[in-house]
């Protein structure tokens, strides 16, 4: 059985960091694109930051020059590094891999969710 379990939330304020982690677990063939997605209260789930196995990473305007998306092949792990955060950026943050866990058997993998908030 393959998942996505991610840890790092938490409450911070405003300005402050936090760092999201996202392991794939199981077995693992090859893992392609990871992502960060978040999902506010009463709002769709967005985009975040992409980091493909290789390649340019893609970020959201809202979080350019602020989030820092990466990844540890060797680990199965996508990191977002979140800095100079706002109250805007409270939401449940999961992460999403596109992954192949045998030669053809490919998977779209969703993360159980993990809260950030932000105070003022």
């Known amino acids: 059985q393959v998942q996505l379990v991610e840890s790092g939330g938490g409450l911070v304020q405003a300005g402050g960091s936090l760092r999201l982690s996202c392991a794939a677990s199981?077995?693992?063939?090859?893992?392609?694109?990871m992502g960060w997605y978040r999902q506010a209260p009463g709002k769709e789930r967005e985009l975040v930051a992409t980091?493909?196995?290789?390649?340019?990473?893609y970020y959201a305007d809202s979080v350019k020059g602020r989030f820092t998306i990466s990844r540890d092949n060797a680990k199965n792990t996508v990191y977002l590094q979140m800095n100079s955060l706002k109250p805007e950026d409270t939401a449940v943050y999961y992460c999403?891999?596109?992954?192949?866990?045998?030669?053809?058997?490919?998977?779209?993998?969703w993360g159980q969710g993990t809260q950030v908030t932000v105070s003022s």
């Open positions: 980091i493909p196995e290789g390649g340019s990473t």
């Open positions: 999403n891999a596109d992954l192949y866990s045998s030669y053809s058997d490919r998977k779209y993998l």
């Open positions: 199981g077995t693992i063939f090859r893992v392609n694109a």
